[in-house]
């Protein structure tokens, strides 16, 4: 059976990484220990995770290095202080932005593994988390989805699944002119959120859920530290809402931001990410094998776009991370 190894000599730390993965993984027993040496002598599995919470020395790399064979070693050397951990504090007066930074790196090491991203013995679970983390933002300001042949249905079961938002959505499906308002009244059904169409200007706030006005363009801006979706007569773009046009009026906000492409025929989007790439953006593209038509989010792949490439059922799941930062 699985099982989670904390390594470290003081109690207080392991006793709120033990709590924080209990929460993360109900029901996985979870062993501490107060070195390596004493983990090497246990019977472990390549299904094992060890959690090494503070550095080895010299005499403990060799250890780490056998052991690397029998089980998944997570944080070695000085890289998993990136996470932070607090040392020599009693648990009880740890910062809360400490336990909120360590939930979240714990939680994308969890990613990794689950995902294989980590995909052989000379790889650890702390270089997948390192890779990954270092692309994706802890928190972002809102999100930007671009949809097109397929995304009605996607985006039903999509928006089910999205909690109870922290973080604004703005949503550019491809349509022609009349149908926003139907498939927004649509969505709303069986949604936690709060579903407005953008038929002139709509601020982006927590709980809510934006969808371009079909027949028009939109673009986002910023006014007194608030940031709108706005509505845009139509440009020489061959599909609208224009994603492109979309993406290309974000890269210039200063706000952290992610954007999604999603299942589509075309390319549309792929002009655009080039800009928000350039300006640091987080870019996700759906898994073309789960697309109803995966011309959209190839492009993005194809052109070394993706900042990752998930499946629908994913990249909700990074939504809720990000909008779980802020609760």
């Known amino acids: 059976m699985i099982k989670y190894i904390l390594i470290h000599s003081q109690k207080s730390i392991t006793t709120v990484v033990k709590q924080i993965i209990s929460r993360l993984k109900a029901g996985i027993p979870i062993e501490i220990y107060n ?7 246990q019977s472990l599995s390549r299904d094992d995770v060890v959690f090494l919470l503070q550095d080895v020395g010299e005499e403990g790399e060799n250890t780490v290095s056998q052991m690397k064979m029998r089980a998944m070693i997570v944080g070695s050397g000085e890289a998993f202080k990136k ?28 990613y990794n593994i689950e995902n294989k991203i980590v995909k052989n013995t000379e790889t650890t679970a702390e270089s997948a988390f390192l890779q990954y983390n270092s ?56 949604s936690k959120n709060i579903i407005v169409e953008v038929s002139s200007k709509v601020e982006l706030k927590a709980g809510q859920i934006a969808i371009a006005q079909s027949g028009f363009d939109v673009e986002v801006i910023k006014q007194n530290d608030k ?71 190839r492009s993005i792949i194809e052109s070394g776009l993706s900042d990752a490439v998930l499946t629908p059922k994913e990249i909700v799941e990074q939504i809720n991370a990000w909008s779980k930062f802020y609760e």
């Open 135 to 190: 692309r994706r933002p802890r928190k972002i300001d809102f999100v930007m989805i671009g949809v097109s042949t397929g995304g009605p249905g996607v985006l039903e079961e999509f928006l089910k699944d999205i909690n109870k938002l922290c973080v604004p959505i703005l949503i550019a499906q491809h349509l022609p002119k009349g149908f926003s308002s139907q498939l927004s009244l649509y969505l709303q059904e069986g």
């Open 35 to 41: 070195s390596v040496a004493e983990v090497d002598q």
């Open 227 to 297: 940031v709108f979706a706005v509505r845009k007569d139509l440009n020489d773009d061959p599909f609208h809402p224009s994603i492109d046009r979309l993406f290309l009026s974000a890269s210039s906000l200063e706000e952290t931001i992610a954007a999604i492409v999603l299942t589509g025929m075309g390319k549309d989007g792929t002009i655009g990410a080039k800009s928000l790439k350039a300006a640091s953006k987080f870019i996700i593209a759906q898994e073309p094998s789960t697309c109803v038509v995966d011309g959209m989010p």
């Open 83 to 110: 996470i932070k951990i607090p040392h020599n504090i009693p648990s009880n007066i740890i910062q809360p932005s400490c336990i909120s930074e360590l939930t979240d790196a714990l939680e994308t090491i969890f």
